[in-house]
């Protein structure tokens, strides 16, 4: 599950930069953030997209996105993929079902568990043997 960035220095750093698809056709420009809740890296950067009815934000993957100066390569995206994204409302944070339905569309992979799902559960200890035949445990 992703949260909505914080102002936070490296990560306003982001704000403004150029997202650049595949094919090196301009996307748009970064307006915010979703970083993961766990690494607090950035996993989303919202653009703004011309959509039928106007403006409305998009949510681009930065998965394998290279930074050169104040531009963004996203090497798994198209141009066409993020003006047809399915619209994620942004104030609300990123559900885990909004970002499998961007995975889905954007045709990604799903991203493995960083942690286990369940507690960690220290190993048992060897339970004591059987004393030898003939003796009694004491007490």
Not at 61 to 75: I, Q
Request: cysteine-free; proline content about 11%.
């Amino acid at each position: 599950m992703a949260r909505r960035a914080a102002a936070a220095t490296d990560l306003s750093e982001w704000s403004g930069r150029t997202l650049i698809d595949r094919n090196g056709e301009r996307i748009g420009e970064v307006d915010f953030l979703y970083v993961d809740s766990e690494s607090d890296r950035p996993e989303w950067a919202g653009v703004l997209n011309l959509h039928l009815l106007g403006m409305r934000p998009a949510l681009v993957p930065l998965r394998r996105a290279a930074v050169r100066g104040r531009e963004v390569r996203v090497a798994n995206v198209t141009r066409a993929q993020v003006r047809h994204a399915p619209y994620v409302e942004p104030d609300r944070g990123l559900s885990d079902d909004d970002e499998a339905l961007l995975i889905a569309h954007y045709r990604l992979r799903p991203r493995r568990p960083t942690r286990p799902k369940g507690p960690r559960r220290r190993p048992k200890a060897p339970a004591p043997a059987d004393p030898p035949s003939g003796v009694s445990p004491i007490g």
